[in-house]
């Protein structure tokens, strides 16, 4: 079952994955005032297919002066690490089909009474995930043996390392007022509609962690790693072909991730804003149907701001990070301890 | 059973990875070797059921500690470096401490009967509270002071780091 429940998540979050590519081009093109990618397919809804043949078939090239084996390796820790964290996101509850009853998380299990198991501290495995995912572009870089890479993997680790703190600290809010790591009791305690979602009292937690969630990621305005105009393509210069695709599927699966934990954590997982009953079938079907929206909104909202805004200076971008969101995050913890020590 | 095969397996990764740590002769092959022993320590930590350690382990070991190693290699570019092999001293000391070592902890090991029991996915609690518990009551004092500390070095580092620059 688990085996199965891993194959479908794997092939749901792949598929995710390339048409998030189809339509970051898509609106980002829009919003540049050109199409974006037209030509396979209607509405280049092949595109992904064909960017998929062409890595590849493209030739593999092994640049001579690098290390080798860290540089084989590092993509594939990359991608590897990225794939790993889905499996503690849970979609749902649980699911029937022809008289199986599964729960909808690679890692839940259904204990003996009927209920749905959970790994206790899914969050922690999920910060390890992102702690450990600093090497993939790390050796990236170093093993490289180039300017632009060393210094594209230097920044880039640097900057991780860096908001990987205050993406921590902004989580602790939510702990703190769901009292508990696992997912799922997290998602519970957001029941009853949108007024309990714990974006209203973790408002501040909530803007830490999308601007550190950006960040970790990688993404516009903090792409300083691969800034084209001054690293030509920062980490991954010398990566060709299949190897640079693996550090692509990296990037846009972290984002993938990084929507569901704000999902899971802020918008009420796969509850829907108001309580509501349908025909069983369709009940069903519901919660998978708003995490998709959730998330949708996510990665739209990760498009929207690529469109927007230019790129941090790197003095800017460390200087945010460690006087601005660290300080925050902290005094957002300190606020969340005394309103559930006094007021709640 | 499938506890047993994944402990073999793990703890062979992980006396794998320490001894390749002492065999490379790069800096960062060493240290990624380092990091491997962390990793499989956190598999057998889970095995035990410690979910909350096994999840630190990776964070700070893993995680923080070791990316600073390898941050460090990577700013200084430390070449191979070479290994003599011809210290008596490391011979005639080494390998009986070695020897008395490993008599210690197999002593140890047979002394202490084995638990038989086993966890399911879930059914430990983490340990989170009772970490917290320990670690904001009954070593309150301790724990801040250790902050202190380590805020010291910190500002210590800074201090070193700025009379450079003069």
Known sequence: MAAIKSALVLFVLLTAVAYTVWLERKVVGRMQNRWGPTRVGPFGLLQPLADG??????????????????????????????????SIIPFGNTISIAGHTTSLQITGALTSNGGNGDINIALLILLGVTSIAVYGVALAGWS????????????????????????????????????????????????????????WPQMIGFFIYLISAYAETNR????????????????????SAMKFAMF???????????????????????????????????????????????????????????????????????AFGWKFLLPLAIFNIILTSFWVAFIS | ????????????????????????????????????????????????????????????YAGAVMVLFVFVIMLLNAGAEE??????????????????????????????????????????????????????????LPFEVTSVLILIAIMGAVVLAQRGED
């Open chain 1, 53 to 86: 043949i062409k890595f590849i078939l493209k030739e593999d090239l092994t640049p001579p002066h690098v290390h080798k084996s860290l540089f084989i390796l590092a993509p594939f820790l990359s991608v590897v690490l990225a794939l790993v964290s889905i």
């Open chain 1, 144 to 199: 490289s043996n180039s300017k632009y890479s060393l210094l594209g993997s230097l920044r880039a680790s640097a900057q991780m390392v860096s908001y990987e703190l205050s993406l921590g600290l902004s989580l602790v809010g939510v702990l703190i007022l769901a009292g508990s790591f696992s997912l799922r009791q997290i998602v519970d305690k957001q029941a009853g509609g949108i007024l309990h979602w714990f974006i």
């Open chain 1, 220 to 239: 516009i305005p903090f792409d300083l790693p691969e800034a084209e105009t001054e690293l030509v393509a920062g980490y991954h210069t010398e990566y």
């Open chain 1, 248 to 318: 692509f599927m990296a990037e846009y699966t972290n984002m993938v991730t990084v929507a569901c934990v704000a999902t899971l954590l802020f918008f009420g997982g796969w509850r829907g804003p108001v309580p509501h009953q349908f025909p069983p079938i369709l009940q069903a079907l519901t919660p998978i149907f708003w995490f998709c929206v959730k998330i949708f909104l996510f990665i739209f909202l990760y498009i929207w701001v690529r469109g927007t805004l230019p790129r941090f200076r790197y003095d800017q971008l460390m």
């Open chain 2, 1 to 60: 059973m499938l506890h047993l095969v994944l402990f073999f397996i793990f703890a062979i990764i992980c006396v794998a990875g320490a001894v390749n740590l002492l065999a490379q002769r790069h800096p960062i092959d060493s240290a990624l070797s380092l990091i491997v022993v962390m990793g499989s320590l956190a598999v057998l930590y889970l095995l035990l059921g410690a979910e909350f350690v096994a999840a630190i382990q990776i964070i700070v």
């Open chain 2, 83 to 140: 290994h003599s092999g011809r210290s008596y001293v490391a011979w005639f000391l080494g390998i009986p401490a070695l020897a008395s070592l490993a008599a210690l902890v197999v002593y140890s090991l047979v002394r202490h009967e084995p638990s038989s029991r086993r966890l399911a996915l879930g059914e430990s609690q983490g340990y989170v509270s009772p970490v917290a518990h320990l670690l904001f009551k009954d070593f309150l």
